[in-house]
């Protein structure tokens, strides 16, 4: 009986895979280390290993990826906030910026073009609208607001095939004949406000100031926020010494976009006109740091430039005309004949 | 509610049952508790998968066991769907492989929750063992959570986990740093 009982403890005390006495102690299940160990530790069979091995791989390759995927969120984010803020030509860098990445995002495309059509570069947002029509656009509200713009654009910014071939055909020609040309294609064709606009350019650079500012209106009345329609109200009010009209037109298109950069020249040139020399430099600078290749906004600060005395700047822009840095034959004349004296832009 | 079976389920998302179970198995290790049985994946069976272990002699040794799939499964998860999401998501511009690593990472995110079996266990333990007073008062509301968790995938809590986290964090760093 004793030698049962003597059996029976060292059972109980004794490991219960091999049978060992030295039992490793705080665990329900008695175990010697070395059992423990194994038990514990269990290998993984192949599979798991090669499953595991492939996890890893794919882990890895995910933390290679995700310092890129991880910018261009950041800076695709930034674009966001810009945009709430008003501040298209920033949006338009950040989003430019993400489509380099990801060239073939509708969302990012379709925010670019937004911010094209705000900061006034119809140029660029047709070639943007080019690569993204046609693609699926999950997002209805960005799709809602995408095709808003495309019917802006096209309202105020595209002419209609007959009224392209007319200023094809007027290209050399005088500005009083071009004006007659369009007025005796308004009594028969389709007058969009493009051909309006067009029609008002003329007369604002013949000095029919009064004409000019009466199609523009009628623009205005139809779309109060085009910055085309307000900024050349802005420039009629300018030369006929309505300086506060001219900023507040300028205002309004500044406050849907407070980096428009020709809204911010304009105000220089208003400046300059009511000779505040000093605050005409300031909003020049602020607009070319905005968009240096931009001709209009050059030019200004080249005028600000002169009229502060700051002749050496002024020259250094004049050479990027030259040399083809910059595009604007008209500006670039303007400019040498206003520096030269030939033509007085302001009375001093 | 669109109602699929959780055997198929788990063969549509194996890849989180393995990662559940290999979790289970990594913190017996950790703990020291021996390992008597794995089945990391059993099509059409339920369970999916199982380790069976000996019952810890510490209640933290049961919690760490019973929850380690949630910190495991979920870190693995958004580790892998990170990169992809945000292509595929935020610019609608995802490849293949981030489709894939989509899927991988949400189905390893989406069996973060432990089971009902591991509450049953931590439920257990905290009946007969000592232990110290906020131990247990942490471990009670973890307990009803893991119970939520599990019935909860009926109505896909478990998807909209495994989803939400791996969209969640990549998204909230790039708002942080933007």
């Not at chain 1, 049962?4 to 490793?24: R, V």
């Not at chain 2, 703990?31 to 008597?36: D, F, S």
């Not at chain 2, 069976?52 to 929850?67: G, R």
């Not at chain 2, 995110?109 to 266990?121: I, L, Q, Y």
Request: hydrophobic share 40%; glycine share 6%; with cysteine.
């Amino acid at each position: 009986m004793e030698e049962n009982l003597k059996q029976e403890l060292e059972h109980e005390d004794s490991c219960k895979n091999c049978g060992s006495n030295y039992i490793e102690q705080g665990h329900s299940l008695p175990l010697c280390e070395e059992c423990r160990d194994i038990l514990s530790k269990r290998q993984f069979p192949i599979s798991i290993r090669i499953f595991l091995i492939g996890l890893l791989a794919i882990i890895i390759i995910s933390l290679l990826n995700f310092p890129k995927v991880l910018n261009t969120g950041i800076t695709y984010e930034r674009g966001i906030r810009f945009e709430q803020q008003h501040k298209y030509v920033s949006a338009a860098k950040e989003f430019e910026k993400t489509i380099e990445v990801y060239p073939d995002s509708a969302y990012a495309l379709c925010k670019l073009y937004i911010a094209y059509y705000h900061n006034d570069e119809i140029y660029q947002a047709m070639s943007v609208f080019n690569k993204v029509v046609g693609m699926e656009i999950g997002n209805e509200e960005l799709l809602n607001e995408a095709n808003a713009v495309t019917a802006r654009i096209d309202e105020l910014y595209l002419p209609t095939e007959e009224f392209a071939k007319l200023q094809e055909g007027a290209a050399n020609d005088d500005l009083d004949v071009y004006i007659n040309k369009i007025l005796e294609y308004s009594k028969d064709n389709a007058f969009n406000n493009y051909a309006k606009y067009a029609l008002a350019n003329a007369y604002y650079d013949i000095g029919n100031y009064e004409e000019c500012r009466k199609i523009t209106e009628e623009i205005i009345k139809e779309f109060p926020d085009s910055s085309m329609g307000n900024l050349l109200l802005a420039a009629v009010d300018r030369e006929t010494g309505d300086f506060e009209s001219a900023i507040e037109y300028c205002n309004k298109v500044l406050e849907h976009n407070t980096e428009h950069y020709s809204a911010i020249a304009a105000k220089a040139r208003i400046e300059l006109k009511r000779y505040n020399d000093e605050a005409a430099l300031k909003f020049a600078q602020e607009a070319y740091n905005l968009k240096p290749s931009d001709a209009y906004t050059a030019s200004t600060l080249a005028l600000a430039y002169h009229y502060n005395n700051k002749l050496e700047d002024r020259d250094k822009l004049v050479e990027q005309f030259e040399n083809g840095n910059l595009q604007g034959d008209y500006y670039y004349n303007m400019l040498k004949s206003v520096f030269s004296g030939a033509e007085k832009w302001r009375e001093q | 509610m669109f109602f699929i079976p959780g055997n198929i389920i788990s063969f549509l998302t194996f890849p989180g049952v393995i990662v559940h179970e290999i979790a289970h198995q990594l913190f017996c290790r950790i703990c020291r508790v021996a390992v008597l049985d794995v089945k990391y994946f059993a099509p059409g069976k339920n369970p999916a998968g199982y380790v069976v272990h000996e019952i810890p002699n510490k209640l933290s040794h049961q919690a760490l066991i019973a929850v380690g799939p949630f910190f495991v499964n979920s870190i693995i998860g958004v580790l892998i769907a990170m990169s992809a999401i945000v292509p595929v998501f935020n610019f609608d511009s995802g490849t293949l492989l981030d489709y894939f690593m989509i899927w991988l990472g949400v189905s390893i995110a989406m069996h973060s929750f432990p089971s009902t079996g591991d509450a049953k266990s931590i439920l257990e333990a905290l009946k007969t063992m000592d232990s110290p007073f906020a131990l247990k008062l942490l471990l009670y509301p973890i307990i009803g959570l893991i119970y939520i968790g599990s019935y909860g995938s009926i109505v896909w809590l478990d998807l909209l986990y495994g989803v939400g986290i791996s969209l969640l964090i990549p998204n909230l760093i790039i708002s942080f740093m933007a």
